[in-house]
């Protein structure tokens, strides 16, 4: 069973993946590779030159795999609360067990009204609805959490890429019971 698994690839969920794979929990991505920002031609991301959106997601998989998530593409249909945990159900036919499980699914929201997650309006263009959670990315199911524009926020890759690791961060500090900081230093 992962610690972590995440649905969708996109900026929001590889840079939730970096910090909780980082950090030392199991982390799994499954990501059906339909994402917009292969499309993206990115001029606003502070500290990144001019970046292809497919190669700013190329780079998020390496340095999340490097780290040791592992990397999966599959389509998710459903995601099941358990005794313990989730299973995390795809259209490939393979199944995925996950203690805590974000879901970072861009502008569609039907894979998070299937699984029972609270919905709202969206407020950015071409968002209709977006899952309802907390400051701190939590949504009405314990243990599922939401992130990037699958959550609401505004859609910049700097944006959806911090409430990634925002949220991750949140996760892993109530794993811990206290404030959990990743600093490396020189
Ligand atoms: C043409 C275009 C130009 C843009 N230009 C800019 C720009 O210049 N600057 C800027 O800051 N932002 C730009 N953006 C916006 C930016 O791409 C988004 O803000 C950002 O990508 C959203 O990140 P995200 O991770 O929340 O969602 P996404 O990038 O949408 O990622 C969601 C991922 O989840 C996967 N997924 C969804 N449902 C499932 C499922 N059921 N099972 C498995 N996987 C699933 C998708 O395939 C996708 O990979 C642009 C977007 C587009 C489309």
């Given at each position: 069973m992962y610690d972590v698994i995440i649905i969708g690839g996109g900026p929001a969920g590889q840079s939730a993946a970096l910090f909780t794979s980082k950090g030392g929990l199991t982390t799994c991505i499954l990501d059906n590779?339909?994402?917009?920002?292969?499309r993206a031609l990115i001029k606003?991301?502070?500290?990144?030159?001019?970046?292809s959106g497919g190669d700013l997601v190329a780079v998020g998989h390496k340095q999340a795999e490097k780290f040791g998530t592992d990397i999966k593409k599959a389509n998710v249909t459903n995601v099941v609360k358990k005794d313990q945990g989730f299973t995390v159900e795809t259209e490939e036919g393979d199944n995925y067990e996950g203690k805590q499980i974000i879901l970072?699914?861009?502008?569609?929201?039907k894979l998070a009204e299937n699984i029972g997650l609270h919905t709202k309006p969206g407020?950015?263009?071409?968002?209709k609805h977006v899952i309802d959670v907390d400051a701190a990315g939590r949504?009405?199911?314990?243990?599922i959490w939401a992130a990037g524009t699958a959550a609401g926020?505004?859609?910049h890759t700097i944006i959806t890429s911090g409430d990634g690791a925002k949220v991750a961060v949140n996760l892993m500090s109530d794993l811990k019971g206290e404030r959990y900081v990743d600093h490396d230093a020189l």
């Open positions: 590779e339909k994402g917009l920002t292969q606003n991301h502070y500290g990144v030159e001019d970046v970072a699914t861009g502008a569609n929201a407020d950015e263009p071409y968002v949504t009405n199911i314990e243990g926020v505004s859609v």
